[in-house]
């Protein structure tokens, strides 16, 4: 019977250690001022690992505009998936590479090479800005610049 009972409680403390980490993702959304429909916060508190960041995904995708906030939110909430939610936060919101990596940097400074990495991957595999927000790309090898080294003009001569 001690055997049952020991294990019981084993049990729900493990379930409700999880419910109160999805929780904690939901309570740092919510006071950071993010507005969810019932259907999010739903899917957000019933997330676990890296369903976190498909999470984050959607709410970045559906307002794009809060895209830092979310972002710092989750990753204070769950700093080793900061990787993770800032690849899929740039993924749903190219145009707030810059925002979005400063917010999670803020977030967890300890990883700031790692969160850099990870939304210049995701830019790349976008095609969007890198995580600094400017339009840099890394130069391949034999492609021509397209401003300058010869060629001369690009209007047509009059003869």
């Known amino acids: 019977m001690r ?13 409700s250690g999880s419910a109160m980490a999805d ?6 959304l919510q006071s950071a001022g993010i507005t969810m ?4 916060t739903e899917a957000v508190s ?20 809060q895209a830092a906030a979310i972002v710092s939110a989750a990753v204070s909430a769950h700093p080793e998936l900061a990787e ?3 690849s899929a936060a740039v993924k749903a919101a190219p145009g707030q590479v810059g925002a979005i990596t400063a917010a999670a940097v803020a977030a967890a400074p ?32 034999g492609t021509p610049s397209s401003s300058g080294g010869g060629g001369g003009s690009s209007v047509a001569s009059p003869n």
Request: proline share 1%; charged share 5%; glycine share 6%.
């Open 84 to 86: 993770a939610i800032v």
């Open 110 to 141: 300890g990883q700031e090479s790692a969160i850099t990495a990870a939304a210049n991957s995701a830019v790349q595999s976008t095609g969007g800005l890198n995580a600094t927000g400017s339009n840099t790309s890394i130069q391949t090898t």
């Open 23 to 28: 929780q904690a993702t939901v309570n740092a």
């Open 37 to 40: 429909t019932a259907a999010q």
């Open 3 to 15: 055997k049952t009972l020991i294990s019981m409680a084993i049990a729900l403390a493990a379930v």
């Open 46 to 65: 019933a997330a676990q690992g890296e369903q976190i960041a498909a999470e984050i995904d959607a709410l970045v995708a559906a307002n794009p505009a």
